[in-house]
């Protein structure tokens, strides 16, 4: 593993959408870690806010919004809640899909069809309406919105990654290993893990970016937190306040564009990194 | 062919010149007409078109309607009322059997209609037009609770629904109001002048209310001519815009409407030192109430009074008590002699972004004198339990006092505020008790002639202004617009706004 | 098609059903707060009031008889009592089913068939500039908020330009023709942004199956044989493109029965969207449990009736 790495980046910055990738969310991490020194205003801070609604200027690069706060300070500070909400529900569909695959794969029989009959059963359910039923019983938090992405997210991962461990096993070496009296557990772990391992790294990265795009979603109708700044929010506000009738594009188009492009660096990242790790399931995807 | 399309020109302009169909928009849904369950705001502006109650409020005071007017009788506790000769939509004669059964069907139903069911024990025929209503005790409140809040329905068509929560009412609801009900569409309530009624104008014969759901799309409507009237407040910014640029919007008008809601902060009296009265004061003068109407509201509020009841309630409203300046220093003393230990606080305010947005700078004003404030920020739901619970030391909350202003009883009285089971019984989430303030209440409670009743709020409100059971903060002012492209003759009325009895009567198509 | 493997499909889809309605049942059970207040929806009534709600409603039985009693009504089709709309459920929800299915069914539909084209064409033009843009448009959309996109279009076309109405379904004052002519009016940018956002990524799944159909040794054979290309798009390709894509349609709109949401919240389009957040709003319970059930169940029919005509369609499918 620890071969690849230089190797991987050399890789990455070679292809067009790994370079974009990699620089959009760099920037993003960069501004959501260091959002106090970046962002000129905090738009935590009634103190801090100008005047209402005004467009672009050099105070306020993107214009300020119904309450006079900065729209760029907003922007920089919601980065910090979707890349969060983006890693957190990444990591939580990781484990738990690529747990239940591994599972599946390796157990077989019962098992496999017991967690591949819940897979296909969160596979068919309509997302958005019932992430609003649970949002409805438990409340919005931020909390909350990652458990509901997360009970969503998993399904599809665990699939992938089940498919991938049973190729594996068919293979040689895990027959060969078998033979040799490994237990269930060593294979697992030497063998099958790493095997999906990328397939896992680039999913990660598709459900990261969906998840943005769902808190987004889900921000905008209303299931926030009320207390975090976040850009799905940001749109929320901007219409019930108005936005459109009193003119004030830039409190739409700006918070949409930073959703679309954390998006979409993440997705290119994901694209470019299964190319590299992966070429040959690249290849049957593309 | 030349015939033919003079023709239908003629026709379409004579549509246009005598359709007067005034065409309003409401925000919301309207999913039941059932009078007994309103929960939407717009149904309740539409089923308050369709049905009657016996009495109504205008301007603070209470006034007939379909009943000629009413007489306490003390001996009993009940009231009676001599009804006024007036008709369902479906020409049958509303009579004093209609009212009984009315106000029996609730009994026997047990129909959600708030504390009614609690006090109310039966209704009386007396003769063919009087009729009595029984109470376990009698008070003011009495009359918004069953004359002015009852809708009469006709007990031939009610007489047969055997169980009224599953009734939606949305196939011939009939009533005695106003308007009569034509069709429902999933976006509009077509209803029609009637003509049988009192208040029917000449010179409109229906009205349509359109159904939307957001505001901007139902403002760009009014601009555009769709809507006639918009059944809700605007927000601030927008009816600035409107008024600074006349001619962008000019069929477009706004009209400001003294408001009739009063936000407070509430104090939590059962903890310390929310019941110390230097801790309340210094809180009252820590506040920059300019700035709040200012910031959170562009302007379009009025400091409130510090004897809470608003200038809205004109009958009971007594302007010699006045309002409270900002004052920093004063603030700091009264904290300082206060017992506050410096622990941080918790404010309970709802997810509203303008009851956030006040909570913000009511924290801010607090930390500048030394009080540690934090936010506790609730759903509506999450709002009521914790208020129910007690669970606050400070929370932003409103009163709605423009009409019923009497209701404040309910709002401070201590009775109101004693806990069971973990749960305030009635509305005075704070735990106000203060024996002085509980008699200048219950003495409002018995005052049912003019005379009393304003005696009995000037004392009121000069008592509240000295033990400040809760800080008055401001009254937003209702802003509410309307459209002159297709009708002119629109009647702005201070205390009832525009939509009243006047406008309906003296709109004309425009040409 | 085998008998038997329908028989074991209509099985599985029962006991994914029941699934489905007792996880939905336990979830409203498992709700904080009292069901008989929240039905009131005042929390001041009285004790008494509670009990005559909670009989009516069976809550004071125990657990496993109501969920019984649940499962009984609900085979008869009977969901309960809206809080808001006092009535059946039921007949709320099949309401708006109508009106989502027009917002989504009618772009899906035509999304289809243009993509099924654009996919052929640029499947049998591998690595073409269309290919090309076309795969990178598609990539681009997945990243596009569509809500965003939606307001996008109504600040340009029905704000600036006036060109459509800003929202709704029909202009209550229509009749006739005209009312035909205003839904149209009404639904072509929610139609528009559904289309918009699904062609490019369906007509890249379309290629990328064209692309492995090529590679088959059939087509080998017909090439082999002498077919022109046009022969073997007609013959081999459309017919076994076709099959998976129509399955495929039949999910897609049945993945959006729920409702386009955040379409139907931007237009205020009253579809199955726009209920559930209504429901979500005022706490509506029964209506909120029944649209999702109701959603549910049609999915899990739609896809049963995928799966079987896939099978019908391409005698692989069974063996797997």
């Known amino acids: 593993m620890k071969k690849r790495k230089p190797n991987f980046f050399r890789e990455l910055f070679r292809s067009f959408e790994g370079t974009v990738g990699f620089v959009i969310l760099c920037v993003m991490v960069f501004c959501a870690v260091f959002a106090p020194l970046i962002a000129p205003y905090d738009p935590y801070d009634i103190t801090q806010r100008g005047r209402k609604l005004q467009p672009p200027s050099p105070q306020h690069i993107m214009g300020t919004d119904w309450y006079g706060v900065d729209i760029f300070s907003q922007i920089v500070y919601g980065a910090r809640t979707s890349l969060t909400v983006g890693a957190l529900t990444a990591i939580g569909v990781s484990v738990i899909g690529g747990f239940l695959g591994v599972t599946a794969a390796t157990f077989g029989k019962g098992v496999d069809v017991l967690i591949m009959r819940i897979v296909d059963f969160v596979m068919v359910l309509p997302g958005l309406p019932i992430m609003i039923m649970i949002m409805t019983y438990l409340g919005s938090s931020f909390w909350t919105l990652v458990f509901v992405l997360v009970v969503f997210g998993w399904a599809g991962i665990s699939r992938v990654v089940r498919a991938i461990v049973l190729s594996e096993k068919k293979r040689g070496y895990v027959e060969a290993a078998v033979c040799a009296g490994a237990s269930k557990w060593y294979i697992l772990k030497k063998h099958l893990l790493p095997a999906a391992y990328s397939v896992l790294v680039v999913n990660a990265a598709f459900s990261a970016a969906g998840a943005m795009l769902a808190e987004a979603g889900l921000s905008f109708l209303g299931f926030s937190d009320p207390r975090v700044v976040s850009w799905g929010k940001m749109l929320s506000l901007a219409r019930t306040c108005n936005a459109l009738v009193l003119g004030a594009w830039w409190w739409i188009l700006f918070p949409g564009l930073a959703i679309f492009l954390a998006s979409f660096s993440i997705m290119s990242l994901g694209v470019a990194s299964e190319r590299i790790l992966n070429p040959k399931i690249s290849d049957r995807r593309e | 062919m030349r015939r033919f399309l003079f023709l239908t020109l003629v026709l379409m302009i004579s549509t246009f010149v005598f359709s007067s169909q005034l065409n309003v928009a409401v ?21 308050g078109y369709l049905y009657e109650t016996l009495l109504t409020e205008r301007a603070g005071q209470v006034v007939g309607a379909l009943a000629e007017d009413f007489q306490v009788d003390f001996s009993d506790n009940s009231l009676i009322l001599k009804l006024r000769d007036r008709k369902f939509h479906d020409g049958s004669p509303l009579t004093a059997d209609d009212v009984v059964f009315s106000f029996n069907y609730i009994l026997q139903k ?4 708030g504390p009614i069911l609690a006090y109310f024990t039966g209704a009386e025929k007396i003769d063919e037009r009087t009729v009595k209503l ?29 169980k009224p929560l599953e009734f939606p009412n949305i196939e011939n609801p009939v009533g005695s109001g106003v308007l009569m009900f034509e069709k429902l569409t999933p976006q509009s309530v077509v209803m029609k002048f009637f003509k049988g009624h009192p208040d029917a104008p000449q010179g409109l014969d229906s009205m349509v209310f359109h159904i939307v759901q957001d505001e901007t799309m139902g403002f760009l409507g009014l601009v555009k001519g769709d809507y006639d009237y918009v059944f809700w407040n605007l927000d601030p910014e927008l009816a600035k815009q409107v008024m600074e640029n006349p001619n962008k919007y000019p069929n477009v008008k706004v009209a400001l409407i003294e408001g009739g809601v009063v936000n407070v902060i509430l104090f939590n009296h059962r903890k310390s030192p929310m019941n110390d009265l230097n801790f ?25 009074s510090l004897g809470l009841i608003p200038k809205k309630a004109k009958a009971v409203y007594d302007e010699s008590v006045g309002v409270v300046q900002q004052n920093v220093s004063l603030a700091k003393e009264l904290l300082k002699n206060s017992s506050y230990d410096g622990r941080k606080l918790t404010l309970l305010v709802s997810s509203d972004r303008k009851a956030m947005d006040m909570a913000e700078y009511i924290k801010l004003y607090l930390k500048n004198i030394g009080v540690q404030v934090e936010l506790d920020v609730q759903g509506p739901e999450g709002l009521t339990t914790r208020l129910k619970k007690a669970d606050f030391d400070l929370a932003l909350y409103s009163y709605s006092l423009g009409s019923h202003s009497e209701m404040v009883f309910y709002h401070l009285h201590s009775s109101r505020g004693e806990m069971r089971n973990g749960q305030v019984v009635g509305f005075n989430y704070g735990g106000v008790n203060i024996p002085e303030l509980d008699q200048a209440l219950q003495a409002i409670w018995i005052a049912f002639s003019e005379k009393e009743r304003v005696e009995a709020f000037a ?13 008055p903060l401001l009254v937003p002012v209702d802003i509410e617009a309307y459209s002159v492209k297709n009708f002119t003759g629109w009647v702005v009325s201070p205390t009832e706004g525009v939509m009243n009895v006047e406008t309906l009567k003296s709109l004309k198509p425009a040409r | 098609m085998s008998f038997s493997y329908l028989v074991k499909r209509i099985v599985q889809m029962i006991l994914t059903i029941l699934v489905a309605v007792t996880v939905s049942f336990v979830l409203i059970r498992a709700l904080p707060g009292d069901p008989a207040e929240r039905f009131y929806g005042d929390p001041r009534i009285p004790e008494e009031v509670k009990q005559e709600i909670k009989s009516a409603f069976g809550l004071d039985k125990p657990v496993l008889i109501q969920y019984l009693s649940f499962l009984k009504q609900f085979f008869k089709g009977d969901l ?3 809080y808001t709309y006092n009535r059946r459920v039921v007949g709320v929800v099949l309401e708006r089913l109508p009106w989502t299915l027009l917002l989504t069914a009618v772009p899906t539909i035509l999304g289809m068939i243009t993509s099924l084209s654009l996919g052929v064409y640029i499947g049998c033009n591998r690595n073409s500039f269309v290919d090309k843009l076309v795969r990178y448009v598609a990539f681009a959309l997945h990243s596009v908020p569509t809500f965003w996109f939606a307001l996008l279009l109504v600040l340009l076309f029905s704000f600036k330009l006036e060109w459509f109405p800003l929202q709704g379904m029909i202009d209550p004052s229509a009749r006739g023709f005209s009312s035909f002519v205003s839904l149209l009016r009404h639904a072509f940018l929610p139609w528009l942004v559904i289309f918009v956002v699904n062609v490019p990524g369906f007509a890249v799944y379309v290629r990328n199956m064209v692309i492995l159909i090529l590679n088959e040794e059939f087509v080998l054979t017909a090439k082999a044989k002498g077919l022109t290309e046009r022969q073997i798009r007609k013959r081999h390709i459309l017919r076994n493109v076709l099959g998976p894509l129509f399955s495929m349609l039949t999910l897609r709109i049945a993945g959006m029965l729920g409702g386009a949401v955040l379409i139907e919240t931007i237009f205020s389009w009253k579809g199955m969207g726009l209920l559930v ?27 049963f009736l995928a799966d079987v005509l896939q099978a019908a369609f391409d005698p692989r499918v069974r063996f797997e």
């Open chain 2, 134 to 162: 029984k109470f376990r005790t009698m008070n003011v409140s009495m009359l918004s609770f069953a004359p002015m809040a009852i809708p009469i329905i006709p007990k031939a068509v009610w007489e047969k629904v055997e």
């Open chain 2, 27 to 47: 925000l919301g849904e309207v999913r039941s007409l059932n009078p007994f369950l309103v929960k939407s705001a717009a149904e309740r502006i539409v089923v």
């Open chain 2, 459 to 471: 004392r009121l409100q000069k008592l509240l202004a000295e033990v400040v059971p809760v800080v």
């Open chain 2, 110 to 113: 047990r129909l959600p209609l």
């Open chain 3, 80 to 82: 309960g009592v809206s």
């Open chain 2, 280 to 304: 309340r004061k210094a809180v009252l003068h820590a506040l920059n109430y300019r700035e709040l109407v200012e910031k959170v509201y562009s302007g379009l509020a009025e400091v409130a």
């Open chain 3, 277 to 303: 957040l209504e429901a979500s709003r005022n706490s509506d319970y029964p209506l909120l449990q029944a649209t999702i059930i109701i959603t549910i169940v049609s999915i899990i029919v739609a896809n």
